[in-house]
């Protein structure tokens, strides 16, 4: 079976800061893929960034990066210099067969404060 | 991307009802997702909607609870029968995936049971 982990339930951070929210994965299969997304207060999901098992590239997109490690099992994503806008839930996601079910962490809540 | 739509985006039902959610993306897909998000809850699976056959429903769902209907490539809906105030949430729709989409989820049906 697959678990997602997200151990971090809240966040509160003062903008500008920096800030890491943790993924750790579970699952026996050789391939899969992790995403994250991202909720705002408004209810709906916001693909942020899907990564492939046999890609272990760390990816920059602005402020946002991720940390993908296979030895640890863990796909983080900082935000760096973080705003308000960023306050939201954040989700880490699993799936192991391309374009099928996605397996989701808890989420970590999100507060960026000016 | 696929552009996904559901209907109704919210709704206030009363104990006893049934509410029929419909979801359509602007392609065909193969297989379709419905989820559910209680409030302060991560995304949890509740059946996975292949056209010509029957759903397939993730443990601690059943059919009786949540048909759903799936008669063409582009449509999909799903029911909530019986409702009681602990089917509050938000149901999201969803497509399979692919490497060329960044959006797979519908907007989400946002369910207020009295």
Redesign the interface.
Known sequence: AQKVTQAQTEISVVEKEDVTLDCVYETRDTTYYLFWYKQPPS?????LI?RNSFDEQNEISGRYSWNFQKSTSSFNFTITASQVVDSAVY?C?L?VE??????????TILRVKS | SAVISQKPSRDICQRGTSLTIQCQVDSQV??M?WYRQQPG?????IA?ANQGSEATYESGFVIDKFPISRPNLTFSTLTVSNMSPEDSS?Y?C?S????KD????G??T?LTVL
Do not use: C, D, H
Request: zero cysteines; hydrophobic letters at 40%; proline letters at 2%.
């Open positions: 209810g709906e999901l916001v693909f899907r989700f996601a799936s391309y374009g099928n079910k996605l397996v989701f962490g808890a989420g | 193969t297989m997702f809850q991560s995304l949890t699976l996975t938000i999201l969803s399979g995936w692919t490497s960044t959006q797979y989820f907007p989400g946002r």
